[in-house]
């Protein structure tokens, strides 16, 4: 199984960015997919998770409201629509197989990572 995120880049603070999660290798339909991020210095945290299934869609409180994910089965792919971006937002984002609980959380898999630097 391998993910690839890609978007990222530099932007201004209140700008916003488009990340996508690609998979060659199979169905990205039939896995809940998510966006992690790791900023520099701290852990690695969720922060949005959309389910295979009937692909509801989950959101960690810091995100919630400016991001939107969403997913294209026919192009076999995620994305992550980032608006309002805040310079606590850079990190590296990274696309996963996810679950949702307490926390949205890793289920196994990760994509390589896609670095996002919000300027102030």
């Known amino acids: 199984v391998q993910l690839q995120a890609s978007g990222g880049g530099l932007v201004q603070a209140g700008g916003s960015l488009r990340l996508s999660c690609a998979a060659s290798d199979f169905a990205l339909s039939y896995y809940a997919i998510g966006w992690f991020r790791q900023a520099p210095g701290k852990e690695r945290e969720g922060a949005s998770c959309i389910l295979g299934s009937k692909g509801d869609t989950f959101y960690e409180d810091s995100v919630r409201g400016r991001f939107t994910i969403s997913r294209d089965n026919r192009r076999n792919a995620v994305y992550l629509q980032m608006n309002s971006l805040k310079p606590e937002d850079t990190a590296v984002y990274y696309c996963?197989?996810?679950?949702?609980?307490?926390?949205?959380?890793?289920?196994?898999?990760w994509g390589k990572g896609t670095h996002v630097t919000v300027s102030s």
């Open positions: 996963a197989t996810c679950g949702v609980g307490d926390r949205i959380y890793n289920t196994g898999y």
